[in-house]
């Protein structure tokens, strides 16, 4: 799980990539699901889309504040 103190230590760059490799891992694991093999753990997907969403979310507000006070 990303945790918001880890969020605040990454830089932009860091955060991209960050996303990136998340919604890598979601396609690998949507695409054993939809070949019919068996997943290890079916709970991974949920954890990896809440983890996408609390990545958008925390660059989305930081950009926000950042445009806010510059």
Do not use: C, F, W
Not at 12 to 26: A, F, W
Not at 48 to 58: D, E, G, H
């Amino acid at each position: 799980m990303v945790k918001k103190n880890e969020l605040k230590s990454l830089n932009h760059e860091s955060l991209k990539s960050r996303l990136e490799d998340l919604r890598k891992d979601l396609m690998k694991v949507n695409s054993k699901r939809s070949s019919k093999s068996s997943i290890e753990n079916p709970g991974r997907i949920k954890h990896i889309k809440r983890n996408i969403a609390r990545l958008l979310t925390y660059m989305k507000n930081k950009g926000g504040k950042q445009k806010n006070n510059g």
